[in-house]
């Protein structure tokens, strides 16, 4: 099985200071179609799940453009510019590559 | 828009059945694959199985195989997940969520989830 690892696993940052979480996977995410499939989700305290990013760098409607996501093969990464309050929350990067499809461990950001 | 509204969650003892269910909406079921993913108490996620739009493929976890059975009604817009042999282990939210098409099978909308818990 492919595995997702996530760093770092709890992120405490400064209000209007950058994030970047990392997500690496154990084999490369590139598919049979030439697309890399990789999203990122936002937790919030007490909610499901939100997509924020899909197919590695392309944000979802209504994101704000603090959210950016990167990376190649194996390598992924979600930068948040400037960290707000409602940013607390854990983040999730998925692939859809392989078999069975996996979520990372989950990083959890909060106000410094 | 899609929403996605789970229910049939409860306490349950080890080694009972429980039914969820996920109805649909804002969307053409029909036309989209629909995963199950559960979330333990503190832990992140995990995916539990998923349907093809039409029903005709289905794949599970290995943790569940064998235990639960991923279905769907597309004339009612719902989504099941008939889970046998509970053990305290699947104690979880349980959220459904869309296969969002031409992304492999990723996700892209997910429901508030459903909180399953087994205990004696």
């Known amino acids: 099985d492919v595995v997702m690892t996530q760093s770092p696993l709890s992120l405490p940052v400064t209000l209007g200071q950058p994030a970047s979480i990392s997500c690496r996977s154990s084999?490369?995410?590139?598919?049979?179609?030439?697309?890399?499939?990789l999203n990122w989700f936002q937790q919030r305290p007490g909610q499901s799940p939100r997509r924020l990013i899909y197919?590695?760098?392309n944000r979802d409607s209504g994101v704000p453009d603090r959210f950016s996501g990167s990376g190649s093969g194996t390598d992924f990464t979600l930068k948040i510019s400037r960290v707000e309050a409602g940013d607390v929350g854990v983040y999730y990067c998925?692939?859809?590559?392989?078999?069975?499809?996996?979520f990372g461990q989950g990083t959890r950001l909060e106000i410094k | 828009q899609v929403q996605l509204v789970e229910s049939g969650g409860g306490v349950v003892q080890p080694g009972r059945s429980l039914r969820l269910s996920c109805a649909a909406s804002g969307f053409t079921f029909s036309n989209y694959g629909m995963h199950w993913v559960r979330q333990a108490p503190g832990k992140g996620l995990e995916w539990v199985a998923v349907i093809w739009y039409d029903g005709s493929t289905k794949y599970y976890a290995d943790s569940v195989k064998g235990r639960f059975t991923i279905s769907r009604d597309n004339s009612k817009n719902t989504l099941f997940l008939q889970m046998n042999s509970l053990r305290a282990e699947d104690t979880a939210v349980y959220f459904c969520?869309?296969?969002?098409?031409?992304?492999?099978?990723?996700?892209?909308?997910w429901g508030q989830g459903t909180q399953v818990t087994v205990s004696s």
């Open positions: 998925m692939q859809g590559a392989h078999w069975p499809i996996g």
């Open positions: 197919k590695v760098s």
């Open positions: 969520a869309r296969v969002d098409s031409g992304s492999s099978l990723l996700i892209d909308y």
């Open positions: 084999q490369s995410l590139v598919y049979n179609d030439g697309n890399i499939y």
